[in-house]
T-cell receptor, first 115, second 114 residues
Framework: NAGVTQTPKFRILKIGQSMTLQCTQD?????MYWYRQDPGMGLKLIYY???????DKGEVPNGYNVSRSTTEDFPLRLELAAPSQTSVYFC??????????????FGPGTRLTVL | GENVEQHPSTLSVQEGDSAVIKCTYS??????FPWYKQELGKGPQLIID?????GEKKDQRIAVTLNKTAKHFSLHITETQPEDSAVYFC?????????????FGSGTRLQVQP
């Protein structure tokens, strides 16, 4: 299994541009998440999905949109990029069942700079 | 919502010494407390976790303790090695909620001096 993959690894955007950050997992996980990590800070939840066709807002959803048409893919869309969206974005996934471990598996991240 | 505070923000130890990182949480309904290790340029990776019905858990050189009454939990690394150098995050979640998302602390940069 490749686990959680994210593309691109790096991107520079101009203010007002739009882009989609891609996230794919091959572990058949129902739950998927998008976090952002600002320098020297912990991860903050942007959006999450508990299954195909179901998405919901996290702590910091403004300026972002998501969709979940398949179990594997959970893209994050930035419509009008702003400097405040400069950050490292992590996608994560996990199984829905309760059990001994509640582990979220993280992708390698996308480093986004908005100038 | 949940708020997780983590201390210290940086920690430097000599190889072979122990390292302790502490976190406090605010939501008494939180019942799952994982610790993640993040190496440079990579995503966080789970190293150990503890549920609220357990007070302590150990995995080789790593241990986590939980005090539900005081709402704090700690990571203990013994016999530190240079490869332990990384950023460590604590987190909390309520496994009874629908989203089961994690609220993270701000991270501790651990440097193990050889």
């Amino acid at each position: 299994n490749a686990g959680v993959t994210q593309t691109p690894k790096f991107r520079i955007l101009k203010i007002g541009q739009s882009m989609t950050l891609q996230c794919t997992q091959d572990m058949n996980h129902n739950y998927m998440y998008w976090y952002r990590q600002d320098p020297g800070m912990g991860l903050k939840l942007i959006y999450y999905s508990v299954g195909a066709g179901i998405t919901d807002k996290g702590e910091v959803p403004n300026g972002y949109n998501v969709s979940r048409s398949t179990t594997e893919d959970f893209p994050l869309r930035l419509e009008l990029a702003a400097p405040s969206q400069t950050s490292v974005y992590f996608c994560a996934s996990r199984l829905p069942v309760a059990g001994e471990r509640n582990e979220q598996f993280f992708g390698p991240g996308t480093r986004l700079t908005v100038l | 919502g949940e708020n997780v505070e983590q201390h210290p923000s940086t920690l430097s130890v000599q190889e072979g010494d122990s390292a302790v990182i502490k976190c406090t949480y605010s939501d008494s309904a939180s019942n799952y407390f994982p610790w993640y290790k993040q190496e440079l340029g990579k995503g966080p990776q789970l190293i150990i976790d503890i549920r609220s019905n357990v007070g302590e858990k150990k995995d080789q050189r790593i241990a986590v303790t939980l005090n539900k009454t005081a709402k704090h939990f700690s990571l203990h690394i013994t016999e530190t090695q240079p490869e332990d150098s990384a950023v460590y995050f604590c987190a909390a979640s309520n496994r009874g909620t629908g989203r089961r998302a994690l609220t993270f602390g701000s991270g501790t940069r651990l440097q193990v001096q050889p």
